[in-house]
Nanobody, 124 residues
Framework: QVQLVESGGGLVQAGGSLRLSCAAS????????MGWFRQAPGKEREFVAA????????VYADSVKGRFTISRDNAKNTVYLQMNSLKPEDTAVYYC?????????????????WGQGTQVTVSS
């Protein structure tokens, strides 16, 4: 089993920045893919970004490309999502997830482990 715990959410004004963290524990995740997803009220959960834990390759949703950066710290077993130039439409609960099979998949149904989520609210 893998446990994922997100932190770093909060309230920020449009144009501001936040950094989310996802701490992994339990079974080793060194060969996993790690993803960030988000879900706004009344909407489906959507892909935001993913990273290969082993080599650090990344992929982003078009809506966040150039504004968000996913990274990982192997020593701390932690994945980060740096979010800059935030917009009101970025408001959502953000979830961290782990994929045992691949690192760049965008469907939430393909991920094996999930964190509890952290709220991000961007005011206009």
């Amino acid at each position: 089993q893998v446990q994922l715990v997100e932190s770093g959410g909060g309230l920020v004004q449009a144009g501001g920045s936040l950094r989310l963290s996802c701490a992994a524990s339990g079974r080793t995740v060194s060969s996993y893919g790690m993803g960030w997803f988000r879900q706004a009220p009344g909407k489906e959960r959507e892909f935001v970004a993913a990273i290969s834990w082993s080599v650090g390759s990344t992929v982003y949703a078009d809506s966040v490309k150039g504004r968000f950066t996913i990274s990982r710290d192997n020593a701390k077993n932690t994945v980060y999502l740096q979010m800059n130039s935030l917009k009101p439409e970025d408001t959502a609960v953000y979830y961290c997830a782990a994929d045992r099979t691949a690192w760049n998949r965008r469907s939430p149904a393909l991920y094996d482990y999930w964190g509890q989520g952290t709220q991000v609210t961007v005011s206009s």
